[in-house]
């Protein structure tokens, strides 16, 4: 780091999808939820880190891979199952550059062929069928830091026991050591859900830092001096940076944000729905129900319906795509100066999306991205990109706060995860909390291979449970007969298991059948579980 600039910003990605993969059917709707995030987000955003980094253009991102995405970015399955989903849309699009020539819709076309060709090329050729490597690959050359999450992105303020608490974060840095080689050093708490203390645990797998939302520091006691500007030390010496707002609105906000522009691809309108059906139906899954396939043709235009969306213009939106950019850089540098001059130090901005943001949702956010790095390390030297091991190394002291409990839910703590429309499912994952600690205590010196991987897919099962999808997707209402019948079908897999054991009566069939099913975590720590491992 040079000490000409003013300031840093550290941008967070959290990258997150619940563990979704059903092999007993030949194709299911919810594992497009992570087929359209790797071609639309993480591919994408690997292509936009080789394409600086063969170019020489510095950069830092941080990124949160959580261990379910983890997980099924390297089940062969899935894998599979993805090669599959970008074949068959490389085929489409090829009829598709054919049928439109002659109309409106033909440059979209050849950019999609042009996408979708170095996605597999990327995919195969790059990262030979795991996009972890190519995420590795960047965090081995410092540009990028990768951080863990709760296990399965459980919400940790509503663990009523700490056994549970302890076990999320286990398994996560276990799991997280297994898949990169090193220690985790950072850690997104699922949903940015801080509960006073829980830091504690944090501690002890050697977490160095996390990430809170503005509130969470704002609130603390004492009240932090630097604001929401600089990290501070909870009191066991782990480090929390916190949320700052202001370029936080400009690029998620639906009204106020860049997203909105109406030269961006509308998200809504998609082939799947525009085309013949009869065309179309190769692409479908094997119920032929029309559903999104992901190639879009149309621009947001306005605020018109959806059949009067305008022909959309690649040029056009790379081009806003640049100066939305340029815009966002002059921003932070006037922000950083600002700070600069009253602070008494070299202030840090932490900006913390949804990775699924850039290019899923908002198709040109990993061009956004892109021009936005370039500028940075050509056009300007106010402000610097960092990451927080690199801000702590620079900084080591720092205020000692207690952040408050707080979430970046609506309205700022726990209602979204406990309401009206899913506070059922606790005392159901209570109780079973408490059998898997029971019988993570009492088994806790077996040796007997079968109890073992008993124990193992129990606690499979449970953390599963735990997910905070799951509570979420109830409460928005999307997906709300899947969240809950995942949630109870984890619940009643666990309890069959849990009578095997008291039982002393294994099921080998059944045993092996989830086994197959619930396949995340080969490696789980069921003692995890256990109140011996708790180590305060």
């Keep these: 780091m040079t000490n000409n600039e003013l300031g840093y910003f550290c941008l967070v990605l959290h990258d997150h999808l619940p563990f979704v993969r059903h092999p007993e059917y030949p194709d ?76 409106p819709f ?143 609105h400009q690029v998620w906000s639906a009204e106020m944000g860049y997203p909105g522009d109406h030269r961006y691809r509308e998200f809504y309108r998609d082939l799947g729905y525009d085309l013949d059906y009869e065309y179309i139906k190769p692409y479908l899954h094997s119920d032929g129900v029309r559903r999104n396939i992901g190639i879009k043709y149309h621009k947001i235009t306005g605020k018109v319906s959806l059949s009067d969306k305008q022909p959309y213009n690649p040029d056009d939106a790379r081009e806003i795509a640049a100066a939305h950019a340029g815009n966002f850089m002059f921003n932070r540098e006037r922000q950083i100066e600002y700070l600069n001059s009253f602070l008494g130090r070299k202030p840090i901005i932490v900006s913390m999306y949804d990775a699924e943001l850039f290019g ?72 079973a909390t408490d059998r898997m600690i029971d019988i993570a205590n009492k088994y806790y010196s077996t040796t007997d291979s079968r109890t073992d991987r008993v124990l193992k897919q129990c606690a499979r099962e449970i953390v599963l449970a735990t997910s905070s999808d799951w509570p979420f997707l109830m409460t928005v209402g999307t997906a709300k007969t899947y969240s809950t019948r995942r949630f109870v079908m984890h619940i009643q897999r666990f309890t069959k298991l849990w009578e095997m054991l008291d039982n002393n009566n294994i099921d080998e069939g059944f045993l092996s059948d989830v086994e197959w099913r619930d396949n995340i975590f080969p490696h789980i720590d069921w003692r995890s579980f256990s109140s011996n491992a708790l180590k305060h």
């Design 360 to 431: 899923h949702w908002w198709y040109e956010g990993p061009m956004f991205l892109e021009y936005f790095f370039r500028k940075v390390y050509y056009d300007q030297k106010t402000i610097k990109l960092i990451t927080p091991m690199e801000y702590l190394a620079m900084y080591p002291d720092n205020q000692v706060v207690q952040p408050s409990m707080s979430s970046w839910g609506d309205k700022g703590y726990n209602e979204v995860w406990l309401n009206g429309s899913n506070d059922w499912i606790y005392r159901h994952l209570h109780k």
């Design 106 to 248: 033909y440059k979209v076309a050849l950019m999609y062929q042009e996408k979708l060709n170095r996605i597999r090329q990327l995919y195969e050729d790059y990262y030979h069928g795991n996009v972890l490597n190519g995420f590795k690959k960047f965090q081995q050359m410092g540009k990028i830091e990768i951080i863990t999450c709760c296990a399965t992105h459980g919400f940790l303020p509503l663990q009523l026991r700490k056994e549970a608490v302890n076990a999320q974060i286990k398994i996560a840095t276990d799991d997280y050591t297994e898949k990169f080689g090193v220690m985790p050093r950072g850690i997104w708490l699922a949903e940015c859900a801080y509960n006073p203390g829980d830091d504690n645990f944090l501690k002890d797998y050697g977490i160095r830092f996390f990430f809170l939302e503005t509130h969470g520091i704002l609130y603390g006691t004492p009240r932090p001096r630097f604001g929401v500007y600089a990290p501070v030390y909870c009191p066991s010496g782990v480090a929390a940076f916190s949320r700052d707002m202001e370029s936080a």
């Design 28 to 103: 299911f709707l919810e594992e497009d939820w992570f087929f359209e995030a790797m071609s639309e987000t993480y591919i994408p955003l690997l292509d936009v880190y080789e394409r600086l980094s063969s170019e020489g253009v510095d950069f830092r991102v941080t990124m949160s891979l959580t261990p379910p995405l983890c997980n099924m970015m390297s089940d062969p399955l899935l894998n599979d199952r993805f090669k599959n989903y970008i074949y068959k849309r490389i085929e489409l699009i090829g009829k598709e550059v054919i049928r439109t020539q002659n109309t």
